[in-house]
Nanobody, 126 residues
Framework: QVHLVESGGGSVQSGGSLRLSCVVSGPLDSPYCLAWFRQVPGQEREGVARLYKYSPYTGIADYADSVKGRFTISQDMAKRTVHLQMASLKSDDSAVYYC????????????????WGQGTQVTVSS
């Protein structure tokens, strides 16, 4: 069973930075996809970044327009950890952030991900 555990959330002022981490354990072999989603109470879960781990797209990162140029997703293969580096944070970025994994195509639809972490809160104050 694949297990995901996030860390690194917290409170930061507008314009600041945070790095979220997600440790992946269990059998997760290529092809797969790693992604970060976020959710605000009363709203649907929104995909913000995804990392392709299947040919021919292996290593390609993709971002939602709302975070493009500010967020970076990366993977430390040795530590089986996926990071989300967030910079120039805005109040609109406040949400619970989740990492997710899928053994199939990278999609922005949260229903495509069977594996989820517990979430970590990010609060950006203006």
């Amino acid at each position: 069973q694949v297990h995901l555990v996030e860390s690194g959330g917290g409170s930061v002022q507008s314009g600041g930075s945070l790095r979220l981490s997600c440790v992946v354990s269990g059998p997760l072999d290529s092809p797969y996809c790693l992604a970060w989603f976020r959710q605000v109470p009363g709203q649907e879960r929104e995909g913000v970044a995804r990392l392709y781990k299947y040919s021919p797209y292996t290593g390609i990162a993709d971002y939602a327009d709302s975070v493009k140029g500010r967020f970076t997703i990366s993977q430390d293969m040795a530590k089986r950890t996926v990071h989300l580096q967030m910079a120039s944070l805005k109040s609109d970025d406040s949400a619970v952030y989740y990492c997710a994994a899928a053994t199939s195509d990278c999609t922005w639809n949260s229903n495509g991900y069977p594996y989820w972490g517990q979430g970590t809160q990010v609060t950006v104050s203006s």
